[in-house]
């Protein structure tokens, strides 16, 4: 088999297309995985399913992404959008949001009543047999699945295909910690049944393949499981990068001598925004008017603001933002700046000027921010992160790590990046580039594609 000829069929909860201003289909700049997909069209043809979203109704059900995003790529990318029940998405979208979601990040749950707890496990049976059925071709390779939401998947495809290869890939953290529940261990080997009918499962890092592999062990001994566990970090297009940053006319309203500290991520309690609101806050206190100006810019994109807890943070976000303000008005100037929208081109913008990049998450399945704000920036800037953030596990050694994601380990982070010299932080700026030009998202892509061969020749 030539790599031309390999097919794969890709499942993920949402695609990149949204509606532009004029009401035609455009290519959306989305978090996760969804921005690293196409990848895979350098080494085989694509259909990609996904479910179609509240945004996405009325538009059609079938795009050419090489078309709508002007990119020319080896192979094909044909994109489906497929609808559902909608009262089983939203309730399946409900529960992954307030439940699973946290979950997986160790973050605590409340309880919930038996009875509606599979009530919501048939829910997100239901959409996940659906994009199955919807999905499956004679004529492809194989199916990589993506999104925890889609964890029923494998079993549905391989009741329908028993012998096409299904490869599922997480890309978010498995918890670290024994659930402190029953409930909450119901839904892990809930999420584990149905991802252990795959082939292969792919992880963000190897704490995250081991956790899940010490919790299948313990939880699920009588279980036949024949899925191949592999680490397979997801990481960024760096030549399109590269030539995104020359591209870019639009400035920054910063001088030159200016400090630039930035925050890029979504409204989710998982980004902990308000630390970094918070931390920043705390060192700007011991600013100087003779110092060159320093500002935090925010790029904060609004997530799951169906959820009035979601609308809730958004909220605090924005009060943070005056507050702090409020307290260092002596500077003379306002400190910190929030933009709010999915403004991809500003962000990108403002990952090339940072001197500081807080990713400050308590807990991150990979956070593609750090790699891409690695690659773009031409300052030697340096990365404020914390351990859990999952990128850290290839990058940490270039990176200045807090000893936790409270304010006060934040902060005192922030103090030691600040004290860095220029050679050391060069060295950290070219170590970080060399380590993401080696496993680029090139290397991501070869590695899932290898899989399905690995498995056609068996």
């Given at each position: 088999?030539i790599e031309?000829?390999?097919?794969?069929?890709?499942?993920?909860?949402?695609?990149?297309?949204g509606?532009n201003p004029?009401s035609?289909?455009a290519?959306?700049?989305?978090?996760?995985l969804?921005?690293?997909?196409?990848?895979?069209?350098?080494?085989?043809h694509i259909?990609?399913?996904t479910f179609?979203?509240?945004?996405?109704?009325?538009?059609?059900k079938?795009?050419?992404?090489s078309?709508i995003s002007?990119?020319?790529?080896?192979?094909n990318i044909?994109?489906f959008?497929?609808e559902v029940?909608?009262?089983d998405?939203?309730q399946?979208d409900?529960f992954?949001?307030?439940?699973i979601w946290?979950?997986l990040h160790?973050?605590?749950?409340?309880e919930f009543?038996?009875?509606?707890?599979?009530?919501?496990?048939e829910?997100?049976k239901s959409?996940?047999?659906?994009i199955?059925?919807?999905c499956?071709?004679?004529?492809?390779d194989?199916?990589l699945?993506?999104?925890?939401?889609?964890?029923?998947?494998?079993i549905?495809?391989?009741?329908?295909?028993?012998?096409?290869?299904v490869?599922?890939?997480?890309?978010t953290?498995?918890?670290?910690?024994?659930?402190s529940?029953?409930?909450?261990?119901?839904?892990?080997k809930?999420?584990?049944t149905?991802m252990?009918?795959a082939?292969?499962?792919e992880?963000?890092?190897?704490?995250?393949?081991?956790?899940?592999?010490s919790f299948?062990?313990e939880?699920l001994?009588?279980?036949?499981?024949?899925?191949?566990?592999?680490?397979?970090?997801?990481s960024?297009?760096?030549?399109?990068?590269?030539?995104q940053?020359?591209?870019?006319?639009?400035p920054l309203?910063l001088?030159?001598?200016?400090?630039?500290?930035?925050?890029i991520?979504?409204?989710?309690?998982?980004?902990?925004?308000?630390?970094?609101?918070?931390?920043?806050?705390?060192?700007?206190h011991?600013f100087?008017?003779?110092q060159?100006?320093k500002?935090?810019?925010?790029f904060?994109?609004?997530?799951?603001?169906?959820?009035?807890?979601y609308q809730?943070?958004?909220?605090?976000?924005?009060?943070?933002?005056?507050?702090g303000?409020?307290?260092l008005?002596s500077?003379?100037y306002?400190?910190?700046?929030?933009?709010?929208?999915?403004?991809?081109?500003?962000?990108?913008?403002?990952?090339?000027?940072?001197?500081y990049?807080?990713?400050?998450?308590?807990?991150?399945g990979?956070?593609?921010?750090?790699k891409?704000?690695?690659?773009?920036?031409?300052?030697?800037g340096?990365?404020v992160?914390?351990?859990?953030?999952?990128?850290?596990?290839?990058?940490?050694?270039?990176?200045?790590?807090?000893v936790?994601?409270?304010e006060?380990?934040?902060?005192?982070?922030?103090?030691a990046?600040?004290?860095?010299d220029n050679?050391?932080r060069?060295n950290?700026?070219m170590?970080?580039?060399?380590?993401?030009?080696?496993?680029?998202a090139?290397?991501w892509?070869?590695?899932?594609?290898?899989?399905?061969?690995?498995?056609e020749?068996?």
């Open positions: 088999m031309s000829e390999l097919r794969i069929s890709v499942l993920s909860r949402r695609a990149p297309i509606p004029a035609e289909p290519i959306e700049h989305v978090g996760g969804t921005r690293v997909l196409p990848e895979l069209a350098e080494f085989a259909d990609w399913t179609t979203t509240q945004s996405q109704l009325g538009l059609p079938h795009y050419s992404y078309k002007s990119q020319a790529f080896q192979n044909n994109i959008l497929t029940d909608s009262r998405l939203n399946s409900w992954c949001t307030h439940f946290p979950l160790d973050l605590s749950i409340p009543d038996a009875i509606e707890l599979d009530l919501n496990f829910s997100i959409i996940c047999q659906a199955a059925n919807k499956v071709d004679v004529t492809n194989g199916y699945v993506n999104d925890f939401q889609l964890s029923q998947v494998p549905a495809l391989k009741d329908l295909e028993p012998q096409k290869p490869s599922f890939f997480l890309h953290p498995w918890p670290k910690t024994k659930p529940s029953n409930f909450a261990l119901k839904i892990l809930f999420l584990a149905g252990t009918a082939d292969f499962i992880f963000q890092t190897q704490k995250d393949l081991q956790a899940f592999e299948v062990r939880h001994p009588t279980a036949e499981i024949d899925a191949k566990l592999r680490v397979n970090p997801v960024v297009n760096v030549q399109n990068l590269q030539g940053s020359r591209n870019f006319s639009r309203d001088a030159e001598s200016d400090i630039s500290y930035v925050h991520a979504r409204s989710d309690p998982i980004k902990n925004t308000l630390v970094a609101i918070k931390s920043f806050t705390a060192l700007a011991n100087k008017h003779s060159p100006r500002f935090l810019d925010l904060i994109v609004p997530s799951r603001q169906q959820w009035p807890e809730d943070l958004l909220a605090d976000i924005i009060k943070g933002v005056a507050s303000n409020s307290q008005s500077l003379g306002t400190p910190i700046r929030l933009h709010i929208g999915n403004d991809y081109s500003q962000a990108s913008l403002a990952l090339t000027r940072y001197d990049l807080i990713v400050c998450s308590v807990a991150d990979l956070n593609l921010v750090v891409e704000g690695a690659i773009l920036n031409n300052r030697n340096v990365i992160s914390t351990s859990e953030v999952g990128a850290m596990a290839e990058l940490g050694n270039f990176c200045v790590v807090a936790d994601a409270m006060s380990g934040v902060t005192k982070a922030l103090v990046a600040a004290k860095l050679e050391t060069k950290m700026s170590g970080l580039k060399n380590q993401i030009q080696e496993f680029d090139s290397y892509a070869q590695s899932v594609t290898t899989n399905f061969k690995i498995l020749k068996v």
